[in-house]
């Protein structure tokens, strides 16, 4: 489990250009942007959802009820060490519903072994830093295509 923001106008991007010229960037002046979190599953598949405005607490425990709604077993969960994973509200919820929900955490400084990193660099190479979207829907789908 991982969580990124991506933004309707990118803040970033690679493009060719002939020597000495600028590049034209599209932008369509927006600074809205989506927090996104991520499931990999033991097979390889990859789950994600909405987290809202805030990455917090509250919608992390929302996107994890909504995960074990759609794969319907029990979860094992290996991640980060992001604020909303170590609160106090997040150690009660694993500890209430521990008959379903076990989790680990990353050691310190090791995003080399969260494969949701690899995900996460990857979209932002190969889609959000290239272009702008016309509004936080179509960032979406777009999202959910390239997944």
């Not at 990999?40 to 074990?68: A, H, Q, V």
Request: glycine letters at 4%.
């Amino acid at each position: 489990k991982d969580e990124s923001s991506f933004y309707v106008d990118s803040n970033r991007s690679k493009c060719w250009a002939i020597k000495g010229s600028k590049p034209i960037k599209f932008l369509n002046g927006s600074k809205a942007k989506i927090n996104i979190g991520g499931f990999y599953t033991e097979n390889g598949d990859f789950y994600w959802y909405d987290l809202g405005i805030k990455k917090n607490t509250d919608s992390f425990i929302k996107s994890l009820i909504k995960f074990k709604k759609e794969i319907g077993r029990k979860i094992f969960l290996l991640m980060d060490r992001a604020p909303w994973h170590k609160s106090k509200k997040a150690r009660e919820f694993f500890q209430k519903n521990k008959y379903w929900l076990q989790m680990l955490l990353f050691p310190p400084a090791t995003p080399d072994r969260n494969p949701t990193e690899y995900c996460w660099k990857m979209t932002r190479e190969d889609l959000t830093s290239i272009k702008s979207f016309k509004n936080i829907k179509v960032l979406k789908e777009e999202l959910d295509e390239f997944w």
